[in-house]
């Protein structure tokens, strides 16, 4: 039977001034309650956080999937959508969850994310439809998978619906951000696959990078996004470079 219930929108947040507020807007018609968890960030995200009324609270940060799920527990509703500071609904998609509020029939509800590279919005090579599952019942599952990629992962028995719109993902506004962002990630992946028993060696960090560009660029038409398309494959393609590359040295020294 449908039930209504009240949404708790959680976000997690570092340095976001530029993107915090317009994430907050973009709930504040479906939101019940928004809390922002921040790891301490050093620009002007908590004051933006306090001009839009959103609860604040700071909690030093262990890893993507453990802010998040600790993130959860501050929530005051069961029903949770899951935001990052960098990403916004489009209004189809609040018209989806504003109906879903008063209609609940499932555990949880997945939804398309459109991701922006430097201003273009990117529809080719992997990239669209970057399907999320974020809004959902929190006390049938819990945030895992591997630092710094994590998934919300809902019990066994669990439904889960599709739900029309876009969760707009406003990603890199200069190409050297997504660079830096590359260094910082394969730094958590690499160790992160150690821990698992995962192990690098020469003919993965060779191949592994060129099917990755083969498959986004040609197979999942990455071209048909120009330029960007190009550079989010070469990207792509050297951040497994990094992270086998990585993955060997840590190797070395253990």
């Given at each position: 039977m449908p039930k209504s219930v009240q949404i708790s929108v959680v976000i997690i947040a570092f340095n976001e001034e530029r993107n915090i507020g317009r994430c907050i807007d973009s709930v504040k018609e479906i939101a019940d309650d928004i809390?922002?968890?921040?790891?301490?960030?050093?620009?002007?995200t908590e004051?933006?956080?306090?001009?839009?009324?959103?609860?604040?609270?700071?909690?030093?940060?262990?890893?993507?999937?453990?802010?998040?799920?600790?993130?959860?527990?501050?929530a005051k509703?069961?029903?949770?959508?899951?935001?990052?500071?960098?990403?916004?609904?489009?209004?189809?998609?609040?018209?989806?969850?504003?109906?879903?509020?008063?209609?609940?029939?499932?555990?949880?509800?997945?939804?398309?994310?459109?991701?922006?590279?430097?201003?273009?919005?990117?529809?080719?090579?992997?990239?669209?439809?970057?399907?999320?599952?974020?809004?959902?019942?929190?006390?049938k599952g819990k945030w895992g998978g591997t630092n710094p990629h994590d998934c919300f992962q809902l019990?066994?028995?669990?439904?889960?619906?599709?739900?029309?719109?876009?969760?707009?993902?406003?990603?890199?506004?200069e190409v050297n951000e997504h660079i830096r962002q590359i260094n910082y990630f394969t730094d958590i992946a690499a160790q992160a696959y150690y821990n698992k028993g995962k192990r690098s060696d020469l003919i993965k960090i060779y191949i592994k990078p060129r099917l990755l560009f083969l498959k986004m660029y040609v197979l999942k038409l990455g071209f048909l996004d120009g330029y960007y398309g190009w550079v989010i494959a070469k990207n792509s393609a050297h951040s497994t470079f990094l992270k086998y590359v990585k993955l060997r040295e840590i190797q070395r020294r253990n």
């Open positions: 809390v922002v968890v921040d790891s301490f960030s050093k620009d002007n004051e933006i956080c306090s001009e839009k009324n959103a609860r604040f609270i700071q909690h030093p940060f262990e890893g993507h999937i453990e802010q998040k799920n600790w993130a959860i527990t501050q509703h069961q029903y949770v959508l899951s935001l990052d500071a960098d990403e916004a609904l489009d209004e189809q998609l609040i018209s989806e969850i504003s109906f879903i509020k008063s209609n609940w029939t499932h555990d949880g509800y997945s939804m398309n994310r459109l991701n922006q590279f430097c201003g273009k919005w990117i529809k080719h090579g992997g990239w669209y439809p970057d399907k999320k599952l974020r809004l959902w019942d929190s006390s019990n066994e028995s669990s439904t889960i619906k599709h739900i029309q719109g876009d969760l707009l993902h406003y990603t890199y506004y």
